[in-house]
């Protein structure tokens, strides 16, 4: 009877990390719209410019909507540790970041690392945003109890 009990937290908190992360690419699609069409002229000159920069500016407004997704599991998961509830929508940004690549020719080595870039920077940016929030978290709720 206490593993009933126990596991309706446990999946509540996996439907708040899962139902999350899918609503963000609600947020994320015109955010990305809109800083794309601030960003579009940009030139990025030489492989490592290119490679290595341009993924995380073109990736910024994924990151931003990524932190609060990580800020949002960190304050809705009904856990002692809500930052560790914040690594299933981090892991599921890193996973699909990876493997929804379409290439126009045959990637190389560096098209590879840049696609690895983009993917962790959104999955730091999670975790990030989750850590913030843990510790205001933490803050309200020892005011709470005061």
Same mark, same amino acid.
């Given at each position: 009877m206490k593993q009933v @009990?126990? /596991?309706?937290p446990t999946a509540q908190n996996l439907v708040i990390g899962?139902?999350?992360?899918?609503?963000?690419w609600w947020a994320a699609y015109p955010l990305a719209f809109a800083f794309g069409k601030l960003t579009g002229r940009i030139i990025y000159r030489g492989d490592f410019e290119s490679y290595v920069f341009m993924p995380l500016v073109t990736t910024v407004p994924y990151a931003l909507v990524a932190a609060g997704v990580g800020a949002c599991v @960190?304050? /809705?998961?009904?856990?002692?540790?809500?930052?560790h509830w914040a690594v299933l929508p981090a892991a599921l940004y890193i996973f699909f970041g990876t493997v929804e690549y379409h290439w126009a020719r045959p990637p190389?080595?560096?098209d590879r690392v840049a696609q690895v870039i983009d993917a962790?920077?959104?999955?730091?940016a999670c975790l990030a945003g989750a850590m913030i929030a843990a510790r205001w978290r933490g803050r309200f709720s020892t005011?709470?109890?005061?």
């Open positions: @009990a126990r /596991l309706r899962c139902g999350v992360y899918y609503l963000s @960190a304050w /809705l998961v009904i856990s002692e540790r809500p930052l190389v080595l560096l962790t920077f959104v999955g730091i005011l709470d109890k005061s």
